[in-house]
């Protein structure tokens, strides 16, 4: 069964500080690996995307890395601000019945504190 | 328009009544999804429109829940005899092609179910 499984489930870190967000998967056939912006309320939005031989990718403060022979990926954010408290979701992309299929975790639910 | 459009934003409804959902598309998208996002949980994807073809509808819980697109465009997504566990953030999503890339998701349609 296809599956996109993240951790941890919810994070609180200070403002400036760092932290990396998890994510394994078991999708097959594989097309790429998505990591997504949740702020409350509204739909989520794209950080990166990656294929199969990308093995990271930057956007601004965001890091995200994959390693397709483990099928894990990690997102990494740097210096965070109050405006990074969101949810972050892992989504991974398959081929299949002629279009691309996005299986998507559950979330981590990260606060920022002052 | 420029982004993807749902309304309504938030609909409660009493148990049993029927509700329908809306979602403009970006402009030139052929690609539609709708999804479901229940509390602590993933998006389910719920049914997947491309251009004039026969609609994947396989994530669709059950047959209470319909969905169409009219003229390419526009899509409803109706549920029918209302159930407390239909309850959940109700997104759209639309992409140029069955590529996947250019993913854009709305805002959501929170249902309460009471």
């Known amino acids: 069964k296809n599956q996109v499984e993240q951790s941890p489930q919810s994070l609180i870190i200070l403002e400036g500080k760092n932290c990396t967000l998890q994510?394994?998967?078991?999708?097959?056939?594989?097309?790429?690996l998505r990591w997504y912006k949740q702020d409350t309320g509204r739909g989520p939005v794209s950080l990166t995307i990656m294929t199969f031989s990308e093995n990271t990718k930057s956007n601004g403060r965001y890091t995200a890395t994959l390693d397709a022979d483990t099928k894990q990926s990690s997102l990494h954010i740097t210096a965070s601000q109050l405006s990074d408290s969101a949810s972050y979701i892992c989504v991974v992309s398959s081929f299949s019945g002629g279009y691309n299929k996005l299986i998507f975790g559950a979330g981590t639910r990260l606060a920022v504190h002052p | 328009g420029a982004g993807v459009s749902q309304s309504p934003s938030n609909k409660v409804t009493e148990k049993g009544k029927d509700v329908e959902l809306r979602c403009d598309p970006i402009s030139g998208h052929t690609a539609l999804y709708w999804y479901r996002q229940s509390l602590g949980q993933g998006l389910e994807f719920l049914i997947y429109?491309?251009?004039?073809?026969?609609?994947?509808k396989s994530g669709l819980p059950s047959d209470r829940f319909s969905a169409e697109r009219t003229g390419g465009s526009v899509s409803t997504l109706t549920i029918q005899r209302t159930q407390q566990e239909d309850s959940a953030v109700y997104l759209c999503?639309?992409?140029?092609?069955?590529?996947?890339?250019?993913?854009?998701f709305g805002s959501g349609t929170r249902l309460t179910v009471v």
């Open positions: 994510c394994n998967y078991t999708v097959s056939p594989f097309s790429n």
């Open positions: 999503a639309s992409s140029p092609d069955r590529s996947g890339y250019g993913y854009t």
């Open positions: 429109f491309q251009g004039n073809s026969a609609p994947d």
